[in-house]
């Protein structure tokens, strides 16, 4: 199995640097303000893959930050059954 899983990773990578062999010619990204850009075709998809995996990781720290506290407050020992409740106020 575990060959079959480094097989599987080596065909993925060798089809992605063909891919981005052929995908070399100059593009350019327009900006406002006469501002812009301009870079290998790959270079701009990876920009832009590694930006939407940058968002995406931000977009989970807070939910994971709130389980993380959560699961915390969970494993807090509780009160032993024996004990007298706490006074109210």
Do not use: C, H
Request: charged residues 15%.
């Amino acid at each position: 199995m575990r060959l079959l899983t480094w097989a599987i990773r080596l065909i993925l990578f060798l089809f992605l640097v063909a891919l981005a062999a052929k995908n070399v010619e100059p593009v350019t990204l327009r900006f406002y303000f006469d501002r812009a850009l301009q870079a290998p075709l790959v270079v701009m998809l990876f920009a832009a893959f590694a930006l939407g995996a940058l968002f995406g990781m931000a977009a989970l720290v807070r939910p994971l930050l709130r389980q993380r506290r959560e699961i915390t407050l969970l494993r807090k020992p509780s009160l032993p059954p024996d004990a007298p409740p706490a006074p109210s106020l």
